[in-house]
């Protein structure tokens, strides 16, 4: 049956995602930055010219999700994970800035994942859909980059006890392929 | 003659837009308890319950149940007997989605301009409207906010006759297959066989506008409903692409006259977080 979840904070240190491995399920709790397809054309853009990042990049873990608006007492609307292919090519160059971790759904590319154990990084799954229970753990929310953006601008979240799981480890482990392969039926009789 | 204030269908459009991002059909939830039995991996199960979870927190303190509120659509199926009065049907909708998208909190994801300016309308305008006239005085409001995501994941494919039903089985199989974990599984497939190229996938579109379980009328297309369903829940992905059982709640067949020369299908893909709420004015 379930497994117990591990706390892990934020920032990340490489001693503790080399503890992870695919399929772990886990309860982040620090700082989490989101940033989604526009966020991430700009801070490459800020990277490639050496400027200063908007956030501390070293050990980061990014989550990909453009919340909807926060009610009145609130510190944020529903915030789930939007789909994390889209910012495959984006990956390399924030990897190279100090990120460690990526929050999103549904899979990666070969190069995302062959950078992933290069560089000693871990990609996590969120349940897309449950936007409305992710919000929940997340207890602080402010804008810190690209306003003008609206949804799409890059948030600091605090974060307590985000239910994610790992899918990708810096060992090679993948747990999408692993899990479909093992129920998928296809070609059996 | 009835004459019909279009405010009337501003503010169906409105009301709708915010319970149907925020209260769960009961099919929907019943589906997804279901598939509870199911499930066999416990990565899985944990994600229906999560789903469920999410349902209730959602309803209880209004909020989106998923944060991508969707591009709106709207279908209209207008009585020929009704007369509108106050403007155009286009600019009515429109003022019910800018209303409802920014007093229920609801997420801004439509850009202006998409090829040159891809700039935020910051009201979730315009919305996607499909107008059918029909015999009566009624008019039936259906509010569909579709995901980017599941949306992302759909495909157009103009077959061969000679495709034939295994043809569409297998492009259907390929597709959900392809789309795996990205469009948010448990989903619903929506399939559109026949017409034109534009009808086909229109059809698989107005296909998920059904309840889960209901099948095609036609009972040979309610059969391949069946099959297929069963097919695609042999892949494997299972809820949020994490391997399982329960790929699919359900899976939806339209189907047109076509032309001796074509065969358009096209798989319109539903996330599990399916929203479609309808009013009768
Ligand atoms: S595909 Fe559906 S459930 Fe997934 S993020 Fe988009 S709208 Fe939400």
Not at chain 1, 103 to 124: A, D, M, N
Not at chain 2, 14 to 34: G, Y
Request: hydrophobic share 40%; glycine share 10%; proline share 6%.
């Amino acid at each position: 049956m379930k497994t117990m979840a591990r706390r892990i904070e934020t920032p990340l240190r490489e001693e503790i995602i080399k503890t992870l491995h695919a399929g772990d399920e886990v309860l982040l709790n620090g700082i989490v930055y989101t940033a989604r397809d526009m966020a991430h054309a700009r801070l490459k853009t800020l990277i490639e010219q050496g400027k200063n990042l908007p956030f501390e990049a070293v050990g980061s873990v990014i989550y990909y999700v453009g919340p909807s608006p926060a009610p009145a007492g609130r510190p944020i609307g529903s915030a789930g994970p939007t789909t994390s292919y889209r910012m495959d090519p984006f990956v390399p160059v924030m990897f190279k800035a100090g990120m460690r971790g990526m929050i999103g759904k549904g899979p990666r590319s070969e190069e995302v994942k062959r950078l992933i154990r290069e560089s000693c990084g871990v990609y996590f799954g969120a349940t897309g859909g449950a936007a409305a229970l992710l919000s929940g753990s997340i207890i602080k929310a402010e804008v810190i980059a690209f306003d003008d953006l609206g949804t799409e601008a890059m948030r600091r979240l605090v974060v307590k006890d985000m239910p994610v799981i790992v899918i990708n480890d810096c060992y090679g482990g993948d747990l999408y392929q692993e899990g479909i392969k093992k129920y998928s039926t296809m070609g059996k009789s | 003659m009835r004459e019909l204030d279009l405010y009337e269908i501003t503010r169906a459009v409105r009301e709708l837009s915010i319970e149907a991002n925020t209260v769960a059909n009961p099919d929907l939830r019943i589906a997804l308890e279901k598939s509870l039995d199911k499930e066999e991996s416990p990565a899985g199960k944990a994600v229906l319950h999560q789903l469920l979870q999410n349902q209730d927190i959602a309803r209880k303190e209004r909020i989106p149940i998923c944060q991508d509120t969707g591009f709106t659509v709207v279908f209209l199926r207008v009585g020929m007997d009704i007369r509108f009065t106050g403007g155009s049907i286009q600019d009515a909708v429109n003022e019910g989605v800018r209303a409802g998208y920014t007093e229920g909190f609801l997420r801004k994801s439509i850009v202006k301009d998409p090829l040159t300016h891809p700039v935020n309308t910051n009201d979730n305008t315009p919305a996607i409207v499909h107008t059918e006239l029909v015999p009566g005085d009624k008019v039936t409001v259906t509010l569909m906010p579709k995901g980017g995501g599941s949306e992302n994941m759909s495909r157009i494919k103009m077959m061969k006759p000679a495709d034939g039903t295994a043809g569409v089985k297998d492009f259907i199989l390929e597709t959900v297959q392809a789309a795996g974990g990205n469009p948010c599984p448990p989903v619903i497939v929506g399939v559109g066989v026949g017409g034109t190229f534009d009808y086909a996938a229109y059809l698989a579109k107005i296909s998920l506008l059904r309840k889960i379980g209901e099948r095609n009328s036609n009972q040979e297309i309610a059969d391949l409903e069946r099959e297929w369903l069963k097919e695609v829940n042999r892949l494997g992905i299972g809820p949020a692409g994490l391997g399982g059982r329960v790929t699919a709640l359900d899976l939806f067949v339209e189907v047109f006259p076509r032309h001796i020369a074509t065969f358009p299908a096209a798989v319109n893909i539903q996330c599990n977080a399916a929203r479609v709420k309808t009013r009768v004015l």
